[in-house]
C-alpha cells in the first residue's frame, strides 16, 4: 500500500514538472494559439455552429436576454425538467424558467435548435460604474450550421415579438385619463392612471354568441395584421362605434376588449381639452397597443349633423367674415369651456382619428360610444374613422342565458322548459337591457327560484306596457288623421266657392272685354 501511494505521488510530480516545463517552453500567447488552431480545426469538420448571449453587454443589460428568457419562459413549463419561478414588478402572472446550466430545445419552422443557461462565477471585479452581479449569466444556441441564415434573419426577430406579448399579458393594465385643464405631472405626461382591474370579458358579456364571435375575430385579425397593414399602405388601427339605449353594455364591451387583447385603455374626455393643438398632444403621449375611448361622443362636444344648421336657402349662414372660417376652423362644432374658450373642431376630431397626427405609434384602437347615433355628423362614421360599427342592443334570450349563467349559475337544461319558453316568447317584447336584468339576478342571486319567477313578472309587465303604449300611439295617429281628413273636409267647400268665384269673375272680365272689342 505505501508503495502504491508512493507511485502516485511520482506521477504527480512528473506531470507538474512536464506542465512547468510547458509553460516554460511555450508561452501563453503561442499556447492560446495552438488551442485556436485546433478549436477552428474542430468547428471545420463540426456540422454546429453556437453563439453566446450574455446578460449583460458592458455595462448596459443585453435586451436579447432577458427576450430569451420571456420566450423560453413559455415553453419551459411543458418540457423542461427543472424549472426557476420569478415574478415581475407590476406583473399579474408567475413565469418560469430554466435553472443554472440546463438545457431545452425548441423548434421554430421545422428546425430544432438547443437552448443552454450558461451561469458562471465572476472571476474579478473589474472597475465599473455599476456594481456587476457575481455571477455571469447567459444564454448559448446551438444551431446547424445550414439553419445559420434562417436563425439569423427571422427566429430572433419572432422571440423580440413573442417576448413583447408576454411581457404586455403578464403586466397590470392601466387605465388613462387626460388631466383636468390639460396640466402636467412631473415627468410631463398629460394623462393620469390608475390601474385597470375591470373583469369584464366576452365570456360574461351579455351579448348574442354570434355576435361576439364576430367581434373577436375582428380584433384578432387586427391584433395579427401588422404584415397586411404595411402590405396594403394603410395605419394600423382600427375604430369601432358602439351605440344603443343605455344600459347595454357598451363600457362592458369596452373592458372585455381590452382584457380580450391586453390593451391599455385612455379614456379622453373631449370637454378638458382646450384646441385641436392639446388634442393632438394628447394622441402623440399614448402608446401602442391600446384603446383610446370617446364615451358619449354627442353630448360631449357639439358634433351633431352639419345639415341640421343650413338656412331656409339651403346655404349653411356662414361666410369669410366668419371669426371660425377665418381661423381655419371650418365648421363651427367646438364647444364652450367655462372661460369660454375651449374649441375643438369637427376636422382636429376628424384629423385625430384619421389623420395624419393618427399614425404616431402603431396598434390602436379608437371606440366612440353614443346613445344616439343619428346626432353624429356622417364625417365620423365612414370607415377609416369608425370601421366597425356594433349595435348594443336590448337583452335578448341569448344574452339572457349568459346572465343566468353568470349570477345564478344556471346551464343548459337546468331550467324548466315552460319557463324557458315563456321567457322567450316575452323578451323580445320587453325591450329590457342587461343592466336591468342584471340588477334583477343580483338582488336575488341566493334564491335563483324567486330571482326567476320576479324575472318573468318585469318581463310581463314591460311587455303589457309597451303593447299599451304602442296602442295609444296608433290611435293618437288615428285620431290626428280622423282631425286632419275633418279639416280637409270642412276647407274644401270654401276651395270650392274661391274656384267658382274666381271662374265667375274671369268670365266677367272676358264678357266686359268682348263687349269693348
Not at 180 to 190: K, M, V
Not at 291 to 316: A, F, P, Q, W, Y
Not at 471 to 483: F, I, P, R, T, Y
Amino acid at each position: 500500500m505505501k508503495e502504491h501511494w508512493t507511485s502516485l505521488a511520482s506521477l504527480l510530480g512528473l506531470l507538474a514538472f512536464c506542465q512547468t516545463l510547458l509553460q516554460a517552453l511555450f508561452p501563453p500567447e503561442l499556447r492560446f494559439a495552438v488551442l485556436k488552431f485546433f478549436n477552428k480545426i474542430i468547428s471545420m469538420f463540426s456540422s454546429y455552429c453556437y453563439f453566446d448571449i450574455t446578460e449583460i453587454d458592458g455595462v448596459n443589460t443585453n435586451e436579447l436576454y432577458n427576450a430569451v428568457q420571456l420566450y423560453l419562459s413559455s415553453s419551459v413549463s411543458i418540457s423542461g425538467s427543472r424549472l426557476s419561478l420569478t415574478r415581475a414588478l407590476n406583473s399579474s402572472a408567475i413565469t418560469f424558467g430554466l435553472t443554472n446550466n440546463d438545457t431545452i430545445l425548441d423548434t421554430f419552422k421545422g428546425v430544432t435548435v438547443l437552448w443552454e443557461h450558461v451561469v458562471t462565477q465572476r472571476q474579478a471585479q473589474t472597475f465599473s460604474w455599476r456594481p456587476l452581479p457575481d455571477e455571469k449569466r447567459g444564454f448559448t444556441l446551438r444551431i446547424k450550421k445550414k439553419h445559420k441564415n434562417l436563425i439569423l434573419d427571422s427566429y430572433l426577430d419572432y422571440i423580440m415579438e413573442k417576448a413583447n406579448d408576454i411581457r404586455r399579458k403578464n403586466q397590470d393594465r392601466f387605465l388613462y385619463t387626460n388631466s383636468r385643464g390639460g396640466s402636467l405631472d412631473s415627468r410631463g405626461n398629460p394623462w393620469e392612471s390608475v390601474p385597470f382591474k375591470h373583469p369584464s370579458t366576452f365570456d360574461t358579456l351579455a351579448m348574442d354568441p354570434l355576435k361576439k364571435t364576430e367581434i373577436m375575430e375582428d380584433l384578432k385579425d387586427f391584433a395579427n395584421g401588422q404584415t397586411f397593414y404595411q402590405r396594403t399602405g394603410r395605419a394600423w388601427k382600427r375604430g369601432y362605434l358602439l351605440y344603443g339605449p343605455p344600459g347595454t353594455g357598451k363600457s362592458s364591451m369596452i373592458a372585455s376588449m381590452a382584457n380580450y387583447l391586453g390593451y391599455d385603455i385612455y379614456d379622453l374626455e373631449l370637454t378638458e381639452v382646450h384646441n385641436n393643438s392639446e388634442l393632438r398632444k394628447l394622441l402623440m403621449k399614448t402608446s401602442s397597443k391600446s384603446i383610446i375611448v370617446i364615451e358619449d361622443i354627442d353630448c360631449s362636444i357639439n358634433l351633431s349633423n352639419r345639415k341640421r344648421s343650413k338656412g331656409n336657402d339651403g346655404s349653411t349662414g356662414r361666410s369669410y367674415h366668419d371669426p371660425d372660417m377665418r381661423s381655419g376652423s371650418g365648421c363651427a362644432v367646438g364647444h364652450s369651456g367655462e372661460d369660454g374658450g375651449n374649441w375643438i373642431t369637427l376636422s382636429g376630431l376628424l384629423n385625430f382619428t384619421d389623420g395624419l397626427w393618427s399614425c404616431c405609434g402603431s396598434e390602436k384602437i379608437f371606440v366612440f360610444t353614443t346613445n344616439h347615433i343619428e346626432k353624429l355628423d356622417p364625417a365620423l362614421l365612414r370607415s377609416g374613422r369608425m370601421d366597425m360599427h356594433i349595435f348594443m342592443s336590448y337583452c335578448s334570450f341569448a344574452a339572457l342565458k349568459i346572465l343566468l349563467h353568470n349570477y345564478l349559475g344556471y346551464e343548459e337544461g337546468d331550467l324548466e322548459g315552460e319557463i324557458l319558453k315563456q321567457v322567450e316568447d316575452v323578451i323580445d317584447k320587453a325591450e329590457i337591457t342587461p343592466a336591468d336584468v342584471s340588477e334583477v339576478l343580483l338582488k336575488n342571486r341566493r334564491r335563483k327560484e324567486k330571482a326567476v319567477g320576479e324575472l318573468l313578472e318585469i318581463l310581463n309587465e314591460r311587455a303589457e306596457r309597451k303593447l299599451m303604449n304602442s296602442g295609444a300611439v296608433e290611435n293618437d295617429l288615428d285620431d290626428v288623421a280622423d282631425e286632419e281628413q275633418e279639416k280637409r273636409a270642412l276647407e274644401s267647400p270654401k276651395d270650392v266657392c274661391d274656384c267658382e268665384q274666381e271662374s265667375c269673375n274671369k268670365g266677367d272680365k272676358e264678357e266686359k272685354l268682348n263687349k269693348v272689342t
